[in-house]
C-alpha cells in the first residue's frame, strides 16, 4: 500500500526494540483511528453496539446470567486496560511523524490496541475473520467507486493489517 510510490511503515527490530517511522499522513490516519475507539470506549460505550460485542465478548456464550455476572467484575478493567493501551500508543506517535521505539512491554500494548482498532474497522466494514481477501474487497470497491468512503476503510483497514504484522515480526526476530 502507499501512495505516489511512498513507502509504507514498518516495524523492524533493532537490538531489543521495535523501530519504525511514520510519516505524517501515517501517524495522522493511525491517531485518528484510535481516537474512534477511544471516543467508543468512553463516551459512546453502547453495549448493544456490535463493536462493544466484538471487543467484550461473552464468557459464557450459553449462560447469560453467568456471563453478566463476570461481566460486571471485569468489564471496567478490560475497558480500562483498552484504554490504556490505546494511550500508550497515541502518546509513543509522534503527531507530525517521527520514529517510534518500542520495548517488548509497549510492544505488546501497540499490538492489543492494534488489535482492537482493526476489529471495530473490521466489523464496521463487515469483515468478521481474517479469511477475507482484503485486496480482492479492495479491488471490487475501487471499481464501483474509487472515491468512496469503502476505498479509504479498506486501505487503513489493510495498513493497519500489515502494520501488525510486521509488529509481530519485528517482536519474533
Sequence with gaps: MG???QVVTMFVRS???CVARFGPAEAAVLNEVM????TLLSEGFDRTDPVIERLF???YRDDPSAS???????????????LEQAAMLLDALPVEGG?????EEQAEAWLRALTDVRLTLGLRLGIIDDDVDIEAELDEAILKDPTSQRVGQLSVYQ????LQESLV???MG
Excluded at 35 to 38: F, P, Q
Design 57 to 59: 465478548p461473552d464468557v
Design 68 to 82: 453478566a455476572d463476570l461481566r460486571r467484575y471485569t468489564e471496567d478493567d478490560l475497558r480500562s486496560a483498552k
Design 35 to 38: 481516537l474512534e475507539v477511544v
Design 99 to 103: 520514529e517510534v521505539a518500542l520495548d
Design 169 to 171: 515480526g519485528a517482536l
Design 159 to 162: 495498513y493497519l493489517t500489515y
Design 15 to 17: 537490538g531489543t526494540v
Design 3 to 5: 501512495d505516489g510510490g
